[in-house]
């Protein structure tokens, strides 16, 4: 019974991988429209400093945005703002560190960056870990649920009350949060979410980013029913040739080289949904969404079972320490 619930995700992952390599050796990469400028508005990107979270950073900020990258690297995090200021747009860019794998440096971060008095219009929940050998947070968690998921969880909450105060009825603050197809092939074990049972680099892996889903679609609902100026969607990137591929198994390494060379999308091109929602005037005041390649599509048929929503996010918060801060939004 182990080894299936060890290799059972696997297969699941994979399966879930060649469906999409297929979908984009058949379709072109959806291609950024130009949006009008946005200055003065203000974005948070974690893991902003290399990949798609680098690639939506400069976009934003060519658009004139200031814009904040989270990161747990300083180095790699002031060589992106050097590079990105070498353009010379009319926008910020600056670094701020976060380790998204400990609940203390997110809380210190959301402080220093409250401290500064900064509106917030956009949230890019981007940065994220994939098939790591199992290893914990600082905190205890399963690295890769508390890193892609817990970890964002508390940053959003965290930053809701600036969000609230930045949005307005006509132009709302957006939080965008980085899923992957992966989620189809997710299992959400409320009594096992840590994987202690049998860890599987792949589950958790799935897990992490079906809970994202969750996540958008229980927040949107909340943040509607109390009126919010606040918008929340998921985005799936694709496929996209960056260093999350670097945990897998060397036969799987040895495949992936001239797939990825042919048929993965560029950090650029993984990006373009996650600027859409941040910027695209068509996506003003448009919540709850799971957005692919630029459109508008169905996630999984777990990820719309608002019990499952509802209890995912009450344990969520008892495990951040949310339940005794005023931070959630019943």
Not at 38 to 54: D, E, L
Not at 91 to 103: D, H, P, T
Not at 295 to 311: F, G, P
Request: glycine share 10%.
């Amino acid at each position: 019974m182990r080894l299936l619930a060890f290799i059972l995700p696997v297969i699941r992952l994979y399966l879930v991988g060649v469906k999409v390599l297929l979908y984009q050796l058949l379709n072109k990469s959806f291609s950024l429209p130009v949006f009008p400028k946005q200055n003065g508005r203000v974005a948070i990107v974690t893991g902003g400093a290399k990949g798609m979270g680098y690639e939506t950073a400069r976009h934003l900020m060519s658009l004139g945005m200031h814009v904040v990258i989270a990161g747990n690297s300083e180095e790699e995090g002031v060589a992106a703002v050097k590079k990105i200021q070498k353009e010379k747009n009319e926008g910020k860019v600056e670094f701020l560190y976060i380790n998204l794998a400990s609940l203390k440096s997110i809380r210190q971060f959301v402080q220093k960056f409250k401290d500064r008095g900064l509106p917030l219009h956009v949230l890019v929940n981007n940065a994220g870990v994939m098939l790591v050998p199992e290893k914990k947070t600082e905190d205890g968690f399963e690295l890769q649920f508390g890193v892609n998921y817990l970890g964002h969880f508390l940053l959003t909450n965290l930053l809701l009350d600036t969000l609230k105060k930045s949005g307005t009825a006509d132009s709302c603050a957006r939080i965008i949060t980085v899923s992957s197809a992966t989620h189809y092939g997710g299992i959400i074990t409320l009594d096992d979410l840590q994987g202690r049972l049998c860890y599987s680099s792949h589950g958790a892996y799935s897990q992490s980013k079906l809970a994202l889903v969750l996540f958008t679609y229980c927040l949107q609902q909340r943040l509607t029913a109390r009126g919010f100026p606040i918008t929340a969607n998921a985005v799936d990137p694709g496929m996209v040739n960056t260093d999350l591929y670097q945990n897998l198994c060397s036969p799987a390494q040895l495949v992936k080289r001239p797939v990825a060379w042919l048929l993965f999308r560029t950090p650029a091109q993984g990006a373009s949904t996650s600027i859409y929602g941040a910027a695209s005037p068509e996506m003003e005041g448009v919540g709850g969404c799971y957005l692919y390649n630029g459109r508008r599509t169905q996630s999984s048929e777990t990820s719309y079972d608002e019990d499952l929503q509802a209890e995912l996010w009450k344990e969520s918060c008892a495990l951040v320490g949310l339940q005794d801060e005023g931070h959630r939004i019943d």
